[in-house]
Every structure is written in structure tokens, then in C-alpha cells.
């Protein structure tokens, strides 16, 4: 009798343990290895293959254009990084609405038979079941099925075809009579998630102002397509943000061009009539300094004159974005260190502001926070442009009271000549002034045309040569190496479900008592099975050399 006391021995596992676990689980574990290794393979050759295209941008440190001292103070009062601003404007969701416009993205063109050759322009539908099957009828001529049954359609290449819920222009269809394509509009909004969804974009190493952005696609030409169109939309937004505040100083000058040479006209018509019908031509040499006097102080007034307006009209745009909640940093006095520094500290902060909320909404705090230091900024900047506007309305008066003097002297002239010098001075006058905004328009268009972006295309895309997945070696590997695990595991789980005894071994540690003798299991034939002789049932007459 065993001590119920007494410990039981600790069993030592030996591989060959293992071994014969799987052994006598060789069937589950083969199925299993093969139904895994041959999914991963079937999956692998099945797959289609996946393109991956990308380009590569550099992001300059635009401070500006400051240096030195500014520029230092400039970088220390900005702690962000700008790629990760530049990386998040670059996956908005703006740029990818225009990307899906400009490729056609949220059209699909299916089941297209293989010799039919089609160009869409132009594909909207406004159908609850925006599905249509087009059928080549003849050369000029194809049929239009809508899916939800309506009436069937007829047109022609280069026809715009306008419905209530459709409209399609077809500008090239060739094939065969017969030959058909489905084509079917997907949901603008999905389309356009599932692309920036699909769009990586990251930094390359650490602190290199190098982004690289890739996207996936079966299509190796459109995966090329996307990113470089994405890229480029994302310069011209870049580009356009940057050009806004000259391009509104060009229009400004422009209005005043127009009314100063429709007054320049007129005055130099005027003074010719007036020649012609008086007879006085040229004015005494004291009469000609006091027409130069009053040119120029006319001049500096004019010039004067256009800087208050483009100081009110600066001040007018940013009063106007301040009520919508925007940004708006106008151009004026832009070579002055303190706007300078507060113009370019602004556009960081709404570069910030854009990309946190691309993430969050209005409400988040740090949108709050950083919306809070724009308002700051932008209500020095109206400080300073009402002080300039004081300043410049100051000087005008200045040089309105100097007019006063030298007209007082010019009515001392006689009749005749008061009237000529009159005349010449508006002709002269107006000739100064039209001078005068001819080269500040030419100014602000050399600004508005030297305007660059501050990121450079390193590597545009390319049509990728080879797919990225899938990768046939390292599946097969994968799978062969996860079909061994997975047979392993399967043998030795259901090794462990089963509690029968199985050896000797097995009998000895589960009873805890010696092993005196083994009853062989005596295997026999049908013939021995069927005879009722017990005489030839005995193992020893029937088969004498067996091992029992």
C-alpha cells in the first residue's frame, strides 16, 4: 500500500516526449500545417498586386526672410514643429476633395469589355441608384440604362446628355457594337475619407524638413496619379495663401490706375482746347516754377494720399476677417521689422490652428489657446496701422496747407495765364500720379510674381515598376513557419483533451504502483477469427515467430 502522505515523484519531460505527442497526433497536426500553409499560399498567388508610389518634399524654415536677431526671436517664440503642421495641411481634407474632382476618383468604370475604349469629360447623378450600363450601338451612337429602371437614354460622343438626376458627356467612346461598361458614381464624402485614409505622409529622420508621402494603389499609374496631384494641389494652396495679400494690393492699385488715367485724359484735352482757343501757349519763367512747386507738392500729396488708402484698406480687410473669424495679414509696411515679425509670428500660429483642428474642433483647448494669441497679434497689428493711418492724415493736412500758399500766389497771375497755368498743373499733376501708381503697380506685381512657396519638390512620383505586396518569398515563409506552430499547437491541444491512458509510463504515474506485466494486444486475421478451433487461435501455432 502507498503512504497517501508521501509526495509524488517529480516527472522529468524529455523531448522525445514531445515528439510522441505529435506522433499520435500526426493527422491533426498535418491538416492543420497544410489547410494554413495552403491558405497563405492561395491567398498570396490569388492576391492582386499592390503598387505604392511617392514623392518627396522639402519644407524650408520661412521665417519670413529675417536674419540675425529677428530671426532668433522669431524661432524661440515658436516651439512647434512646422513639418508636423505642414504634414497635417498636407492630409486635410480640402486637399483630398480636390485630389478625388480632379482624377474622377468617386467615378467607377466596371465590367468593361476589352476592346471598348471610352473618355468620360463630365458624370453626375443625382439617383438614389447612381448605376448606369452604356452599350456601344454603333459608331456615333450607345445606349444609357439606368439601374433603377427608368427609361433607357440615347447618345452620342461629344453630346452633354442633362436629365433631372443626370448628367454625362462622353467625349470619346470606340469598340464594337455591343460592347458595354458600367459605370456607377460612389459617394463624394467616402471616397474622399478613404483616400486620405489611404495616404501616408511622414518625416524622414528627425528634424530634416524632408516629408514623404506615399500612397497604395492596384493601379500603378493612378497611384502615381494621386500623389503628384495631391502634391501639386497642395502647393497651390500653399502658394495661394501666400500670394492673397498681393494679389489684393495689385486690384487696389488697379482701381486707382483706372480713374487717374481717365482724369490724366481728360485734363490734357482740356489744355490743348484751351491752347487752341486762347491762343497762349507758354507761361513766363516765374509762372513755370510756381507750376513745378505745385506739381510736387501735388505728387507728394497723391503719394500720401495712396499710402492712407492702402492703410484703411489694410485695415478695412483685417477689421472684415476679424468679424469671420479669420486670418488676414496684410502687406503694407511688410519691410517694417515690427509688422514683419508679427505677420510671420501669425502665420505660424493659423498654420498650428489648421492643423489642430483638422484633428479636433474649435472648442478643444489648444485650439483655444492658439486662437487666443492670434487675436493678440492681430489687434497689435490693427493698433499699429491706426496709428500709421493718424500719422499719414497728419501729413496730408501738412502739405494741404503749403497747396493753399502756392495757389494763393498763383491767383496774382493774370486772367490768361492763371487759366493756362491751372490747366498745365492738372495735366502735369495727373501725368505725376499716374507715373506714381504705374510703378507701385509694377511694384506689387514683381511681389506678387516673386512670391514662392516654401517647399520644394525633391522627388516627384513615379510609376512604380514592382508591387510591394505581396511578397511571395516571406508569405510562403510566414506560412510555412505559422503552419508549423499552428499543427504544433493544434497536436499538443488535443493531446491535452484527452485523458485516457495511453503506455505503461503513463499507467505507472497516474496509479503511483509497480509495473509487473504487459497483456499484449494479440492481432488476427479473419480466417483465424472465423474458425472455432481454439487450437489454431493461439498466437504461438499460427504465428510462432510475432513478437508475443
Not at 497635417?88 to 469589355?113: G, P, Q
Not at 506739381?295 to 476677417?321: M, P, T
Not at 509510463?505 to 474458425?531: F, N, Q, Y
Request: glycine content about 4%; charged content about 25%.
Amino acid at each position: 500500500m502507498n503512504n497517501p502522505q508521501s509526495q509524488p515523484p517529480i516527472e522529468e519531460v524529455h523531448l522525445t516526449d514531445y515528439l510522441n505527442v505529435i506522433m499520435r497526433r500526426r493527422r491533426i497536426f498535418l491538416l492543420s500545417f497544410i489547410a494554413i500553409f495552403l491558405g497563405v499560399a492561395l491567398y498570396t498567388f490569388i492576391m492582386k498586386p499592390v503598387y505604392e508610389a511617392g514623392a518627396t518634399l522639402h519644407v524650408k524654415d520661412d521665417k519670413g526672410g529675417k536674419s540675425g536677431l529677428l530671426g532668433d526671436l522669431a524661432m524661440l517664440g515658436s516651439s512647434s514643429n512646422p513639418v508636423d503642421a505642414e504634414i497635417e495641411i498636407l492630409k486635410s481634407r480640402t486637399n483630398a476633395e480636390e485630389v478625388v474632382k480632379r482624377l474622377h476618383l468617386d467615378w467607377a468604370i466596371t465590367k468593361k469589355s476589352s476592346d471598348l475604349a471610352v473618355k468620360i469629360t463630365e458624370f453626375a447623378s443625382s439617383s438614389t441608384e447612381p448605376d448606369y450600363t452604356i452599350t456601344l450601338n454603333e459608331p456615333g451612337s450607345f445606349s444609357i440604362s439606368p439601374a433603377d429602371g427608368t427609361a433607357t437614354l440615347q447618345g452620342s460622343p461629344g453630346q452633354l446628355i442633362k436629365t433631372a438626376t443626370l448628367t454625362l458627356l462622353i467625349s470619346e467612346i470606340r469598340g464594337k457594337a455591343g460592347d458595354s461598361f458600367r459605370l456607377r458614381q460612389r459617394r463624394f464624402n467616402r471616397t474622399v475619407e478613404s483616400l486620405r485614409n489611404s495616404i501616408k505622409a511622414s518625416e524622414v529622420g528627425k528634424k530634416t524638413n524632408i516629408i514623404k508621402v506615399t500612397y497604395n494603389n492596384t493601379d500603378p499609374a493612378l497611384a502615381r496619379d494621386v500623389v503628384n496631384t495631391l502634391v501639386q494641389v497642395y502647393l497651390d494652396q500653399t502658394l495661394s495663401f501666400k500670394t492673397e495679400e498681393a494679389s489684393l494690393t495689385v486690384k487696389f492699385v488697379e482701381e486707382q490706375l483706372k480713374g487717374t488715367r481717365d482724369e490724366l485724359d481728360q485734363s490734357e484735352k482740356n489744355l490743348q482746347t484751351y491752347k487752341s482757343a486762347s491762343g497762349v501757349v507758354k507761361l513766363d519763367t516765374e509762372a513755370e516754377e510756381l507750376i513745378k512747386k505745385l506739381s510736387e507738392i501735388e505728387k507728394d500729396r497723391a503719394a500720401v494720399n495712396l499710402q492712407r488708402k492702402q492703410v484703411e484698406f489694410a485695415l478695412n480687410a483685417l477689421q472684415v476677417a476679424r468679424r469671420k473669424g479669420q486670418v488676414y495679414t496684410p502687406a503694407v509696411f511688410r519691410d517694417e521689422p515690427l509688422i514683419s515679425t508679427m505677420a510671420s509670428r501669425l502665420t505660424e500660429l493659423e498654420v498650428q490652428k489648421r492643423a489642430l483642428i483638422s484633428e479636433n474642433t474649435e472648442s478643444h483647448p489648444l485650439v483655444k489657446a492658439v486662437q487666443v494669441q492670434i487675436d493678440q497679434i492681430q489687434k497689435k497689428i490693427q493698433a499699429t496701422y491706426e496709428t500709421s493711418r493718424q500719422n499719414l492724415a497728419k501729413q496730408e493736412t501738412s502739405i494741404q496747407q503749403q497747396l493753399l500758399q502756392y495757389e494763393a500766389k498763383m491767383r496774382t497771375l493774370p486772367a490768361a495765364e492763371r487759366d493756362l497755368a491751372r490747366l498745365l498743373r492738372l495735366s502735369k499733376v495727373n501725368a505725376d500720379i499716374y507715373m506714381l501708381l504705374l510703378q507701385k503697380h509694377e511694384e506689387a506685381r514683381i511681389v506678387k510674381a516673386s512670391t514662392i512657396s516654401n517647399i520644394n519638390v525633391v522627388d516627384p512620383a513615379i510609376t512604380p515598376d514592382l508591387p510591394i505586396k505581396p511578397q511571395k518569398k516571406k508569405n510562403l515563409m510566414l506560412g510555412l513557419l505559422v503552419g508549423l506552430m499552428f499543427g504544433v499547437g493544434a497536436a499538443f491541444f488535443m493531446d491535452y483533451l484527452d485523458d485516457t491512458i495511453k503506455n505503461e509510463e503513463e499507467a505507472k504515474r497516474a496509479l503511483g504502483w509497480p509495473l509487473l506485466a504487459t497483456i499484449p494486444a494479440i492481432e488476427s486475421s479473419v480466417e483465424e477469427e472465423s474458425t472455432n478451433s481454439p487450437a489454431q487461435r493461439l498466437v504461438v501455432m499460427s504465428n510462432p515467430k510475432s513478437s508475443v
